[in-house]
């Protein structure tokens, strides 16, 4: 039998053990890149600009693992060491 692949696949479901409006109406797990991370959602309503008066999702991504989200690092830009010679500068009108 085939192994499902759950790879950037997740899922939501109603939170039955929501206590206080700070929590989520729904929760759940997702997989991204291969990294389980825990999936929460809070049913909101737009209060101005093209939202408003719609409902919609806000979401919340926490890693499983308890360690910081898994984020790009960037990369360190290196500093510009250009030399110049006296020869690469123009003359300079005035």
Known sequence: MKQYDNTNRGLLAKNDRKQSEQ???????ININGVEYWLSAWVKVGKSGRLEGQKYFSLSVKAKDGL?????VPKQQQPVTETFSDDDIGAIPF
């Open 23 to 29: 929590h989520p109406e729904y929760t759940g797990s």
């Open 68 to 72: 910081p989200e898994s984020r790009p």
